[in-house]
């Protein structure tokens, strides 16, 4: 997957919160949201699979550290549409990082690193950005 949005030097702190909203393509196989202190090191990678890697209609959350992938975590709930809306929050404490989905669907997945803040985001996939928001 190409990233689609890569941004660095964020300062996202345990307990703010992080909105992205955006469509879902038509086609779309999967797309990627990853969190954590650089590309290397991630509290979490959070994929839905439409139709990808042998997945359908699953979503697979993991974490990276020092450019080495955990365990993964599937979740066969699925809210997503090819080519409708979606808004995804993610929050975060030393200990677990909580995914907030549409119809109040919550994902909760262990902070394996123990980050306290994070200052890598990046978005790639089927997935078109409308906006983000940090609380």
């Known amino acids: 997957m190409d990233a689609k949005l890569v941004i660095s030097h964020l300062?996202?702190?345990?307990?703010?919160?992080?909105k992205v909203?955006?469509?879902v393509?038509?086609?779309?196989?999967?797309?990627?949201?990853?969190?954590?202190?650089?590309?290397s090191d991630l509290i979490l990678h959070f994929?839905?699979?439409?139709?990808?890697?042998?997945d359908t209609r699953t979503v697979v959350c993991n974490s990276m550290a020092g450019g080495e992938w955990g365990?993964?975590?599937?979740?066969?709930?699925?809210?997503f549409q090819q080519g409708e809306e979606t808004k995804i929050s993610i929050s975060f404490d030393e200990k677990e990082v909580k995914?907030?989905?549409?119809?109040d669907q919550e994902l909760k997945f262990p902070n394996r690193l123990g980050l306290e803040s994070a200052e890598?985001?990046?978005?790639?996939?089927?997935f078109r950005i409308k906006s983000l928001k940090f609380d």
Do not use: T, Y
Not at 11 to 18: E, P, V
Not at 99 to 103: D, S, Y
Not at 120 to 126: A, E, K, R, T, Y
């Open 11 to 18: 300062k996202i702190k345990a307990g703010q919160c992080l």
């Open 21 to 23: 909203k955006g469509c």
């Open 25 to 39: 393509m038509p086609e779309a196989k999967s797309f990627a949201v990853n969190l954590g202190r650089n590309g």
């Open 47 to 54: 994929n839905p699979r439409f139709s990808c890697h042998g």
């Open 71 to 79: 365990e993964e975590l599937r979740e066969s709930l699925f809210p």
């Open 99 to 103: 995914v907030k989905l549409h119809g």
């Open 120 to 126: 890598f985001l990046s978005v790639d996939g089927d």
